[in-house]
């Protein structure tokens, strides 16, 4: 069974930064693309980013370009979210996530990630 636990979200004013951690157990992502998604409240779940299984591609969304960084350690079995110049509208829980079909990479919402149990990030103005 896949396990992901993110850590790092908190309270922070506009134009900060954050970094998000995701360690994952019970498999090696070695093979698996890895990625972040977001919820805000009264909205529906949308993607951030993911990152290849060897990080040779990267894919964000429109409204965290240039502002945002996927990484991942295969070393460590974990995959991090750098977020800089925060805006309020970023506000949300962040879900970890991992692809259940080695090497597969998508970015929408779908019964083929596993996903974390989320970490809240609160931007203010």
């Known amino acids: 069974q896949v396990q992901l636990v993110e850590s790092g979200g908190g309270l922070v004013q506009a134009g900060g930064s954050l970094r998000l951690s995701c360690a994952a157990s019970g498999r090696t992502l070695t093979t698996y693309t890895m990625g972040w998604f977001r919820q805000a409240p009264g909205k529906e779940r949308e993607f951030v980013a993911v990152i290849s299984w060897n990080s040779a591609r990267t894919y964000y969304a429109d409204s965290v370009k240039g502002r945002f960084t996927i990484s991942r350690d295969n070393a460590k079995n974990t995959v991090y979210l750098q977020m800089n110049s925060l805006k309020p509208e970023d506000t949300a829980i962040y879900y970890c996530?991992?692809?259940?079909?080695?090497?597969?990479?998508?970015?929408?919402?779908?019964?083929?990630?596993?996903w974390g149990q989320g970490t809240q990030v609160t931007v203010s103005s």
């Open positions: 996530t991992t692809e259940r079909t080695p090497n597969r990479l998508s970015t929408e919402v779908s019964s083929n990630w596993y």
